[in-house]
C-alpha cells in the first residue's frame, strides 16, 4: 500500500473562484446588480449567480431552438480524443439529407472550423480567449454564435465544446441531447475521475478502436467505469478513421432529428 492518505477537496468548481486553478471569466461576474465580493458566504451566492444567469440565458437559447425545429447536440471530451474528426466523418454523411450547422469552441485558431468547413456546412468558430480564455463554452456565447446562423436553414446543429472533461459538463447551453467522445489511448478510468460529464452525457462514443490491437487497452473495463457512473448509457464504439462503427451513431443523430423535426 503506497497511498498514505487520499485527501478529498472540492471539486474545481465555478461555484467557488478560491479554488480554481485557472481564471474563468464570466462577463456576468459584473453585471449589473451582482456582488463581486470574494468572502465569506457571500461569495458562494455570488458566484452561483453565474450558473443562475447560464441557466436563464440556455433556457432563452432553447426556445429559440425550439420555436425553429432545431435539434442542438452537444459534443464534449478531453482534447485529442476525436471530436472534430468523428464530426467530420459524421457531417460526410449525413448531409445535405440534414441540413445542418455547427458551432466550434476552442481557446485559440481556427483549425476546427476550417476542418469541418469542408463538408459545406455554415460553421461558427468561437475562440474563447476573447471571452476570456474559458474552458468550456456558456449559454451567452452561444447565443453570440447562434446569431450568425441562418436558423431557418438548419434542423441540426452540432456544438464541439472546448475539449475538457471537466466544466462543459457544468454549462447548460440549451441543448437537446450531450454526447462524449472517450478515445482509447484515454485509459480506462476517466469515467470514473471525471462522473458528472459522464452522468450529464446521453451517449457515449468509445472512439480509436482501431487502435486497439496496438494498446494494452482493456475495453470492457472501461465500458464497466462509464456504467459505473451512468447505468446503461448507450455507447457506441466508433473509429472516426476508418468509420468502422458509425451506422449506429448515425443512426441515433438520424432518430433524434427526425423526433425533433417532425
Ligand atoms: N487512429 C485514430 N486516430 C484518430 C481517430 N479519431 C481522431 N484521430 C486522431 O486524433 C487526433 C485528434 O483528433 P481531433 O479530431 O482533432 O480531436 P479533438 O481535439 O477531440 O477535436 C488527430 O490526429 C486525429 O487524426 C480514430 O478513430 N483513430
Ligand atoms: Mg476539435
Ligand atoms: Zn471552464
Known amino acids: 500500500m503506497y497511498l498514505d492518505k487520499l485527501y478529498r477537496t472540492r471539486r474545481c468548481y465555478h461555484r467557488s473562484d478560491t479554488h480554481h486553478h485557472h481564471p474563468h471569466?464570466?462577463?456576468?461576474?459584473?453585471?449589473?446588480g451582482i456582488t463581486t465580493k470574494k468572502s465569506g458566504t457571500r461569495e458562494i451566492k455570488v458566484v452561483r449567480r453565474v450558473l443562475d444567469?447560464?441557466?436563464?440565458?440556455?433556457?432563452?437559447?432553447?426556445?429559440?431552438?425550439?420555436?425553429?425545429?432545431?435539434?442542438?447536440?452537444?459534443?464534449?471530451?478531453?482534447?485529442g480524443s476525436g471530436k472534430t474528426t468523428t464530426l467530420q466523418k459524421t457531417l460526410a454523411h449525413i448531409m445535405p439529407e440534414i441540413k445542418s450547422a455547427v458551432?466550434?469552441?476552442?481557446?485559440?485558431?481556427?483549425?476546427?472550423?476550417?476542418?469541418?468547413?469542408?463538408?459545406?456546412?455554415?460553421?461558427?468558430?468561437?475562440?474563447?480567449?476573447?471571452?476570456?480564455g474559458d474552458c468550456h463554452l456558456a449559454a451567452h456565447v452561444i447565443e453570440k454564435a447562434v446569431g450568425g446562423l441562418e436558423l431557418?436553414?438548419?434542423?441540426?446543429?452540432?456544438?464541439?465544446?472546448?475539449?475538457?472533461?471537466?466544466?462543459?459538463?457544468?454549462?447548460d447551453i440549451g441543448e437537446d441531447a450531450r454526447v462524449v467522445v472517450l478515445s482509447v489511448t484515454e485509459g480506462e478510468d476517466k469515467p470514473v475521475k471525471y462522473p458528472l460529464m459522464f452522468?450529464?452525457?446521453?451517449?457515449?462514443?468509445?472512439?480509436?478502436?482501431?487502435?486497439?490491437?496496438y494498446l494494452d487497452y482493456d475495453k470492457q473495463e472501461a465500458i464497466d467505469c462509464i456504467h459505473q457512473v451512468h447505468p446503461k448509457m448507450p455507447i457506441f464504439e466508433i473509429s472516426a478513421k476508418t468509420e468502422e462503427g458509425f451506422e449506429p451513431w448515425?443512426?441515433?443523430?438520424?432518430?433524434?432529428v427526425k423526433q425533433k423535426t417532425l
Not at 485559440?108 to 476570456?132: K, M, W, Y
Open 250 to 256: 448515425l443512426e441515433w443523430l438520424r432518430e433524434r
Open 152 to 171: 431557418d436553414e438548419i434542423d441540426l446543429l452540432i456544438v464541439e465544446n472546448v475539449g475538457n472533461l471537466v466544466c462543459p459538463a457544468e454549462f
Open 53 to 79: 444567469v447560464n441557466e436563464k440565458m440556455a433556457d432563452e437559447n432553447r426556445k429559440v431552438f425550439a420555436e425553429k425545429g432545431i435539434f442542438v447536440v452537444n459534443v464534449m471530451s478531453s482534447p
Open 25 to 32: 471569466s464570466h462577463p456576468e461576474d459584473s453585471g449589473p
Open 199 to 213: 452522468r450529464q452525457c446521453e451517449v457515449a462514443l468509445l472512439n480509436k478502436i482501431d487502435l486497439l490491437p
Open 103 to 132: 458551432i466550434v469552441g476552442d481557446i485559440c485558431t481556427t483549425n476546427d472550423a476550417d476542418r469541418l468547413a469542408v463538408s459545406g456546412a455554415p460553421v461558427v468558430q468561437i475562440n474563447t480567449d476573447e471571452f476570456g
